[in-house]
């Protein structure tokens, strides 16, 4: 599977680039940034800091978008620390970010393959595919498929009573992507909140003999601070690895195809994933998403696949 990772490091979303790297069913074309948990230069950063862990320095990374298309910017320092990364201290990055804007990338590696060839995983808002759908839009037809990190059900919000945090972040990106006719996934909150990093979890990555095991322990256990005292859980929730594991081992997964809008509109319940999962609409069904996790199982699956790296 060639992908391209869309993303705002954030530890959760550098586990993600890290799990792909660790998996030889998948093809690390690129790694685009944009702002989010934090700006933009330092998500740039992170992504850089994470691939120096594992000397990926043949992936490129593209900076994107700096700001929402059309609200202000907000931030997730409250969950990730100021730099986005808090809970260990990474040397400075190897590199400056690959000359080029993120939704050129996207643009030209999707362009320059066959049609339906290239998956698309955002763990971040989604301003850069939006901005680069408009400006291709062959790409609806070009893109085989979108899996997002993004929106709720059941969950409902996270940074705000009816918002999950990326969409939150730019709901008329997300809005113009659930419209695009792509094929997407949605691994939402009521997914990612039953993925505890339980002490126990904290503890096997800790013990891992290589580098990468105790940098997770050390970034799960700083985000999971702020998040396991919100939820009253043994360990927060686990976000954005669930894409890349999903396209793994989607058998560890169950969801259904249902529609997804979002509100753009309302002050009180923007962002909100509006999901039709009882069908009372006679809309589209644009988005397969998902509700339940093999959770255990998904953990054994990715200690094993970390301790390769
Ligand atoms: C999402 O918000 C970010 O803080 C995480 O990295 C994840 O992508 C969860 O709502
Ligand atoms: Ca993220």
Redesign the pocket.
């Known amino acids: 599977m060639k992908i391209i990772i869309d ?7 550098a586990m993600t680039i890290l799990l792909a790297l660790a998996s030889p069913e998948i093809e690390l074309l690129g790694v685009t940034t944009v702002a ?2 934090v700006p933009v230069a330092q998500t740039t950063e992170n992504a850089i800091k994470a691939l120096d862990l594992v000397g990926r320095s043949d992936i490129p990374v593209h900076a994107g978008a700096e700001r929402p298309l059309l609200r202000p910017p907000v931030n ?1 320092t409250h ?2 620390g100021q730099t986005g990364f808090e809970g260990v201290d990474l040397p400075p990055p190897s590199r400056p970010a690959t000359p080029g804007h993120a939704v050129d990338f996207i643009i030209d590696t999707v362009m320059a393959h066959p049609a339906g060839e290239i998956t698309i995983c955002t ?2 808002p989604m301003t850069n595919l939006a901005l680069a759908l408009a400006r291709e839009p062959a790409l609806r037809t070009r893109i085989g498929r979108i899996v997002a ?2 929106g709720a059900f059941s969950e409902v919000g ?2 705000t009573p009816a918002a ?3 969409v939150y972040v730019d709901p008329h990106a997300a809005q113009m992507v659930l419209a695009s006719d792509i094929p997407i996934v949605m691994l939402p ?1 009521d997914v ?1 909140h039953q993925m505890h990093t339980s002490a126990a979890r904290l503890a096997r990555f800790r013990a891992m003999p290589n580098r990468v095991g105790p940098v997770i322990a050390d970034w799960l256990t700083f985000e999971k601070k702020f998040e396991a005292t919100k939820y009253g859980t043994d360990g927060g ?1 686990l ?2 690895p669930n894409t890349v594991l999903w396209l793994l081992r989607p058998d560890l997964y169950r969801g259904r195809g249902v529609n997804v809008r979002i509100e753009t509109d309302s002050p009180l319940t923007i962002g909100m994933t509006v999901t039709d999962w009882w069908q009372i609409t006679d809309l589209p069904r644009n988005v397969l998403f998902i509700r339940e996790a093999e959770v255990e199982a998904l953990y054994d699956f990715m200690f094993e696949r970390f301790s390769r790296l």
């Open positions: 993303t705002d490091p954030g530890q959760d979303d989010g948990n997730a969950v990730h763990i971040g990190m993004a996270n940074i999950e945090f990326n909150l990612t929730p976000h954005d």
